[in-house]
């Protein structure tokens, strides 16, 4: 019966794993609808874009702490997902 009990509770929480707060979000930019996703250190270079504000995604550096004995989870969540798209920069003229 303990076992199950444990089974359930991993189950719980490796589903709010995939509930990271960092989402994909469309963005009118420069006059085009485009899907920008989050970034994080490992893909900076190929995913951040110049024209979009970002914001962090506290949520992921929570999970990134509580589940830093396994190495895997903070890598992914800090190296991929830290940082969330939220609006577009403004050309000042």
């Known amino acids: 019966m303990k076992y199950k009990i444990y089974t359930i509770g991993l189950l719980l929480l490796a589903s709010m794993l995939f509930q990271s707060c960092a989402d994909n ?3 009118v930019i ?3 609808v485009q899907t ?3 970034y994080g250190w490992a893909d900076v270079n190929e995913v951040k874009n ?3 504000n970002y914001k962090l995604c506290v949520g992921n550096v929570i999970w990134s702490l509580i589940l830093s004995e396994t190495f895997i989870v903070p890598i992914w ?3 991929w997902q830290i940082y ?3 609006s ?3 050309e000042s003229k």
């Open 36 to 38: 920008v996703e989050p």
């Open 50 to 52: 110049p024209d979009v």
């Open 25 to 27: 979000k469309e963005l």
């Open 88 to 90: 577009t920069k403004i």
């Open 77 to 79: 969540l800090t190296g």
């Open 84 to 86: 969330e798209p939220v």
């Open 30 to 32: 420069k006059g085009k």
